[in-house]
């Protein structure tokens, strides 16, 4: 399909299909990577002509039962409140009652909800899995945890009907490691329209191109603190450092990044943000830093550029893979490095060409139709 091109609707010969979606906490506007991959992708496959159901963990949704949104139904289903716990006991759940739903196919994201394929397979499902990135490289996870993760690959590479990687790294390792197709399908990325007033600039007291934005949980693999080390080596007075995100759970590292913004002058913590209020954030910011350690295929990177900032990345194979320019990486973990290219890059900003180009290189390589049309094709032959 070209690029940009928008999804169709299935040719009438075609019997309309019902997915259903596990591994999330959910959708709408809930924070994660995994969570706004599957509400663009939703939102896409309804629009195509099939039915979309998400089970999602009740706690991150509204209190009651089952509702709609954009014609996709979200189902709530209970979980335990404890990191541990919550998606491996959420997804055997999540599995007995798409079990009871019969879809045409249940698609299940990331390694460790893979766990459960052979289950799913036990009970007649046709299973797709999409691997988001190695979450058992993830900093929060000991030993035994990332055992049962890499279990999980195991299945969910060996076992599936259909397999997807949201990088291109990602989908060669594993088709060479369990000898089985593995299908890249990238992120895509909403083209965001000029950005409405919210007044959350004026909320907490931002200036327009005066403030350097991440946009990410606080989790140990988002490197904030080393983002705000950077920051405070840097002499730009009237800068700030805004950070858009949250924990779910409240950690040692959710703790330590708060008390070193709380010491920090010019960090701002604004809390997970969505919606017109994250797309005003992204228009007025000066540079976009995206420092992590780990990452599938960063969202948040791609907006950034769909918004035309200027980006900064941390050199980890998933950020090369989108293969910025040389000036646009530094060394993972390098906080002179970082803020010696935060300095640079807001004594350079972007010309309005290389704007342009940004923007149409996004557009065309990383759009949620096309994101849906490749889907589409590893369902089609997961049911034939």
């Known amino acids: 399909m070209p690029p940009g091109q928008s999804a169709s609707a299935p040719a009438k010969s075609e019997p309309r299909r019902r997915i259903v979606f596990l591994g999330l906490r959910g959708i709408p506007n809930i924070q994660g990577g995994v969570e706004k991959h599957v509400e663009m992708l939703a939102s896409e496959l309804n629009s195509c002509g099939w039915d979309v159901e998400v089970i999602g963990r009740s706690r991150y949704l509204p209190q009651g039962g089952s509702r709609s949104w954009n014609g996709i139904r979200v189902l ?86 259909g397999r997807i990687a949201v990088s291109n790294g990602v989908a060669r390792t594993m088709a060479a490691r369990y000898h089985a197709p593995v299908a890249f399908v990238p992120n895509g990325v909403s083209l965001a329209p000029p950005a409405a007033e919210t007044g959350i600039l004026a909320e907490f007291a931002l200036k327009p191109k005066r403030y350097v934005l991440l946009a990410a949980r606080f989790v140990p693999e988002k490197r904030q603190c080393d983002l705000i080390q950077a920051f405070a080596r840097l002499d730009r007075p009237g800068f700030q450092l805004v950070l858009a995100g949250d924990a779910e759970f409240e950690t040692p590292y959710s703790a330590e990044v708060r008390a070193l913004a709380k010491r920090t002058p010019g960090v701002v913590l604004t809390g997970f943000q969505t919606g017109a209020r994250l797309a005003e954030l992204f228009a007025n910011a000066a540079l976009f830093v995206l420092p992590s350690s780990h990452e599938g295929m960063p969202i948040a990177l791609l907006e950034a550029m769909a918004s035309g900032l200027p980006v900064l990345a941390s050199d980890i194979a998933a950020n090369k893979e989108i293969d910025l320019p040389a000036e646009d990486y530094f060394p993972l973990g390098d906080i002179d490095a970082l803020a010696r290219a935060i300095a640079t890059k807001m004594a350079n900003p972007l010309s309005e060409e290389r704007i342009r180009a940004q923007r149409l290189h996004v557009e065309q390589t990383y759009s949620w139709p096309g994101v849906a049309q490749q889907t589409l094709q590893v369902y089609r032959a997961s049911l034939a």
């Open 76 to 161: 709530p289903l209970w979980a335990p409140r404890k990191m541990a716990l919550e998606a491996i006991v959420h997804t055997f759940l999540g599995v007995w009652l798409a079990a009871l739903r019969r879809p045409d196919i249940l698609h299940i994201h990331a390694v460790g909800p893979a766990l459960f394929v052979p289950l799913a397979r036990l009970l007649g499902l046709r299973v797709v899995v999409t691997h988001h990135g190695y979450d058992y490289e993830r900093q929060k996870w000991g030993g035994f945890a990332r055992s049962v993760l890499k279990l999980g690959e195991y299945f969910g590479m060996r076992l599936s009907h």
